[in-house]
């Protein structure tokens, strides 16, 4: 059982729809960041966010971190086919960052 | 300039051998990083250094044996390679220690064990 639940694990929309991630626990964490990966590449981070009920937003993506630091949420308007890529959730816990699965998520022109 | 280089790229050996993979960074971090990449794509801490000073080490077996000669490098030497040492290897680097630290990443090192 993993520590950080992410759905959906694969996403397949057209451009220009919305969409949202979800990142979920049963566990409290002390920051939760969400990182981009693209193949063959590492993972790129998108936003941190530490204080519960921490709203971010970078462009067309908004980011959630949940009042009681146990879940988070990522949000994209009017997707585009760049929004294409792998997207993970990262929880600090204790001393180190745990990671979701990972949603895989396809934007079609 | 890359910030994160690691090398080589694509590693493919025998099972038994023992192989390396290097790490560097240029952005004057004090903290570095392995990661393991399942093929579902499931991201795992194994080893943490800051400073050159061992601080995580996630359960990982004695076959991996980190080393950081300085605070810019981080390698990963790997002794009798198995079948489910398979995996992307990717080092990261953190500017301190602290989970809310940003993680920069390098390209990854694919292994893969005949």
């Known amino acids: 059982t993993q520590l950080l639940e992410q759905s959906p694990q694969f996403l397949s929309i057209q451009e220009g729809e919305n969409l949202t991630v979800y990142c979920n626990s049963s566990?409290?964490?002390?920051?939760l960041q969400w990182y981009r990966q693209e193949p063959g590449e590492g993972p790129v981070l998108l936003v941190t966010?530490?204080?519960?009920?921490e709203v971010k937003k970078l462009k067309r993506l908004t980011f959630q971190f949940g009042d009681a630091r146990k879940d988070s949420s990522l949000h994209i308007t009017a997707a585009q086919p760049g929004d294409t890529g792998l997207y993970l959730c990262?929880?600090?816990?204790?001393?180190?960052?745990?990671f979701g699965a990972g949603t895989i998520l396809r934007v079609k022109s | 300039d890359t910030a994160v280089s690691q090398t080589p790229k694509y590693l493919v050996t025998q099972m038994g051998n023992d192989k390396s993979i290097k790490c560097e960074q240029n952005?004057?971090?004090?903290?570095m990083y392995w990661y393991k990449q399942d093929s579902k794509k499931f991201l795992k801490i194994m080893f943490s250094?800051?400073?050159?000073?061992?601080?995580i080490n996630e359960t990982v077996p004695n076959r991996f044996s980190p080393k950081s000669p300085d605070k810019a490098h981080l390698n990963l030497h790997i002794n009798s390679l198995e079948l489910g040492d398979s995996a992307v290897y990717f080092c990261?680097?953190?500017?301190?220690?602290?989970?809310?630290?940003?993680?920069?990443f390098g390209d990854g090192t694919r292994l893969s064990i005949l």
């Open positions: 990261a680097s953190s500017p301190y220690f602290g989970t809310n630290q940003p993680q920069h």
């Open positions: 566990s409290v964490f002390s920051s």
């Open positions: 966010v530490v204080t519960g009920g």
């Open positions: 990262a929880g600090g816990y204790g001393n180190k960052l745990v």
């Open positions: 952005l004057g971090h004090d903290t």
């Open positions: 250094y800051n400073n050159k000073e061992l601080i």
